[in-house]
């Protein structure tokens, strides 16, 4: 069975631009999650989908962050435009939402993004 | 809110035991859980242990939780190379879905 797959693994952007991020969740897994590691900070949540309805999206900095799960498959993170204090490591995670160990969470290797 | 702490750095040699030590403030998780980031890799779930549970053992690794003090900590028997790595301590947010990390502890391990 195939983990969470995340990419780009890595994304260089100058200040200004677009970048959007995409996650692939364990198949099945109706929970997906979005986190993100700034540098010499805590790991932080961001936001979480049950299949394709945002549950809970109170970590979300700003506006410029869109995140979206059409279909209750994969989903995608842009950030439009970003800034500097964008970057850091962005992780996505799954998890069943149903049955035993519902709410244990699979993370992603991650997208290192870097904002020029 | 929620707060998790751990100690940022240990070190011990090959063959040693490891013990990383982590609290939290709030205890309404349900599970709370040990996740490893080796260099250049993502969060791997190492274990977990359900929050009526004392101790949990796993192989090499013990996990031992004390409600009272609101107290985690993870021990690695017969420390290796191999486990040098980062190792994230998490609990739940109050709403059950939302994790919240420590810093994470930096493993190093000499030979």
């Known amino acids: 069975e195939a983990g969470v797959t995340q990419f780009p693994s890595h994304s260089v952007i100058e200040k200004g631009q677009t970048v959007t991020l995409r996650c692939d969740p364990i198949?099945?897994?109706?929970?997906l999650y979005w986190y993100r590691r700034v540098m010499g900070k805590e790991i932080k949540f961001l936001l979480h989908?049950?299949?394709?309805?945002?549950?809970?999206e109170s970590g979300m900095p700003n506006n410029r962050f869109l995140a979206e799960r059409t279909g209750g498959t994969y989903s995608t993170l842009k950030v439009q435009p970003a800034e500097l204090e964008d970057s850091g490591v962005y992780f996505c995670?799954?998890?069943?939402?149903?049955?035993?160990?519902?709410?244990?969470?699979?993370f992603g290797a991650g997208t290192r993004l870097s904002v020029l | 809110g929620e707060d998790v702490e751990q100690s940022l750095f240990l070190s011990v040699r090959e063959g040693d035991s490891s013990v990383i030590n982590c609290t939290y403030t709030?205890?309404?998780?349900?599970?709370l859980y040990w996740y490893k980031q080796e260099p250049g890799a993502g969060l791997q779930l190492l274990t977990y242990?359900?929050?009526?549970?004392d101790m949990k053992q796993d192989q090499r690794l013990t996990v031992l939780l004390n409600k009272k003090d609101k107290h985690l900590s993870l021990r690695i028997a017969d420390t290796q190379t191999g486990d040098s790595a980062i190792y994230f301590c998490?609990?739940?947010?109050?709403?059950?879905?939302?994790?919240?990390f420590g810093k994470g502890t930096t493993l190093s391990v000499s030979s």
């Open positions: 995670a799954s998890s069943k939402g149903r049955g035993a160990s519902k709410n244990i969470q699979y």
């Open positions: 198949s099945g897994h109706d929970n």
């Open positions: 989908f049950v299949k394709e309805s945002k549950q809970d």
């Open positions: 709030d205890s309404s998780s349900t599970y």
């Open positions: 242990i359900f929050s009526n549970m």
């Open positions: 998490a609990v739940a947010d109050q709403a059950g879905t939302a994790l919240i």
